[in-house]
């Protein structure tokens, strides 16, 4: 195969696994709301912490 | 204030250093008390962080930005998480609500959490409690697809996908903030009501 061919493939398949990549870690970061059922949560008090 | 208004919010130390970023709000099923938020590093490449921010640490909740002491205010998740196989009963597990399903106690489904609303209060103590959620409602509620704010009363009850609330809430039911505070209060105050 002439070279550029050759090119395209790996920019492609760079490109592939950077998008794959970017998937997994905004997936990873996504934030949610997580309900504890042991949870006490109790009082709380900012700048209350010396 | 809206759940996702917080998350992704930086965590800023009070020398001015941007530490992490609050990735998940944790809150208890006893009473809505947000017990801490789990932490994400800062920047694209960075995961979850195995340290979390209880509520108590917290200096201060801003519209930009998370303020804590120092860095020694992370505590491991675990403890933030209060490790629920040591402690809770009945095979309870902690779960993401943000797309569970909100059943009243007579068995209709509301609709589907969207978003939490949060309710920051000071009476000496500063307080964080979920008071409420958003949910695209169901056809019960009449308007199938519409996001709408439901109160939540003082204690809360959850399974994995479900999250239950008394049929009596759907009267309290609001289309946006304004008014949903006190909506809140006639929703808990006729609650006590009742018992």
């Known amino acids: 195969m002439e070279w550029w061919v050759w090119l395209i493939i790996v920019v492609v398949v760079i490109a592939v696994l950077f998008g794959a990549f970017l998937a997994v870690q905004m997936r990873r970061r996504r934030g949610g709301v997580i309900i504890d059922p042991s949870g006490s949560g109790g009082p709380g008090k900012p700048g209350d912490q010396s | 204030m809206r759940a996702s208004a917080i998350t992704k919010r930086p965590v800023v130390t009070m020398s001015g250093e941007d530490v992490a970023q609050v ?3 944790v809150y208890s099923a006893g009473g809505g008390a947000v017990g801490g938020f789990t932490l994400a590093g800062r920047g694209l490449l960075a995961g979850p962080m195995d340290k979390g921010l209880p509520w108590s640490s917290v200096k201060g909740l801003g519209a930009d930005a998370v303020m804590i002491a120092d860095e ?3 505590e ?5 998480l ?25 068995g209709t489904d509301l609709g ?19 008071v409420g959620y958003e949910i695209e409602a169901s056809e019960a509620l009449g308007q199938q697809g519409t996001k709408m704010l439901l109160p939540l009363p003082d204690t809360l009850s959850a399974s994995g ?10 009267d309290f039911v609001r289309q946006d903030l ?18």
Request: hydrophobic letters at 40%.
């Open chain 2, 82 to 106: 209060h490790t629920s196989s040591e402690t809770a009963g009945g095979g309870a597990a902690r779960a993401d609500v943000l797309g569970s399903q909100v059943l009243t106690d007579d």
């Open chain 2, 23 to 25: 990735k998940d709000i």
């Open chain 2, 76 to 80: 491991p998740l675990d403890q933030v």
């Open chain 2, 161 to 170: 996908e479900h999250l239950m609330v008394p049929a009596s809430a759907r």
């Open chain 2, 178 to 195: 304004a008014g949903f505070g006190a909506a809140v209060d006639d929703f808990r105050n006729q609650l006590g009501g009742q018992r």
């Open chain 2, 72 to 74: 020694d205010a992370f």
């Open chain 2, 112 to 130: 589907e959490v969207v978003d939490v609303i949060v309710a920051v209060t000071d009476d000496g103590f500063t307080h964080c409690d979920v």
